[in-house]
């Protein structure tokens, strides 16, 4: 009789232990889960404004991106598109009126993921960490675009028109700058992260 209780009670107690097992790995797993999708998520800041087409931007605006146009050697598209943040609209109120309709109300989420970022929004890409934006480099672009919304980010004033001429080059040199970074105006690896730091504190 005592061997019978004797092996009842350690079926009982394996079970026991069993059972417990299973309720804290599922109760671990669920946990974890849930913190790898929010991390996962990368989501940086979403940002907001107004698309103008070149051919009907405010004078002000056109005139800059004339400028880098012809810095950079480039004619002007009638079609290109220049995206002025909200905060920035006020540049504007002399020469434009939101009730005009020559602009577009546009939005951009910027998400990071280890080795890419990607925008989604008004305008869909993504751009690896590997892409060099610069002189010499890339100067025009999805890839300019994400440069001038980062740069917009962490407190520089500037449209994003996707176009990499002296004013997003000293913007950059000053972040890098700023940072500790080598100040070469050409945003590679070391620059792409440093904003990610920057923009996760």
């Not at 004619?75 to 504007?92: A, C, L, Q």
């Not at 951009?108 to 690896?128: A, C, L, P």
């Not at 050409?186 to 990610?196: A, C, Q, R, S």
Request: glycine content about 8%.
């Amino acid at each position: 009789m005592f061997k019978k209780a004797k092996k009842i009670l350690s079926v009982t107690l394996c079970l026991v232990m069993l059972g417990s097992t299973v309720i804290f790995s599922d109760s671990f797993v669920d946990d974890k889960s849930t913190s790898e999708a929010v991390k996962d998520s990368g989501f940086l800041f979403k940002v907001d404004g107004y698309i103008f087409k070149y051919e009907n931007a405010p004078k002000e605006l056109k005139d800059r991106y004339d400028n880098t146009c012809k810095e950079l050697g480039i004619i002007p598209n009638s079609d290109s598109e220049i995206f002025v943040p909200m905060d920035e609209m006020y540049k504007y109120q002399k020469t434009y009126n939101l009730d005009d309709s020559i602009s577009t109300y546009a939005d951009f989420s910027i998400y990071f993921h280890n080795t890419y970022f990607e925008v989604t929004g008004s305008k869909n890409y993504k751009v690896y960490i590997t892409q060099y934006v610069g002189y010499g480099h890339e100067t025009s672009g999805n890839s300019v675009h994400l440069v001038q919304l980062l740069l917009k980010r962490v407190g520089y004033s500037l449209d994003a028109d996707g176009l990499f001429g002296s004013d997003t080059y000293n913007k950059v040199r000053s972040f890098q700058s700023r940072y500790g970074l080598n100040s070469d105006g050409v945003v590679g690896i070391g620059t792409w992260n440093k904003f990610v730091d920057v923009l996760k504190l």
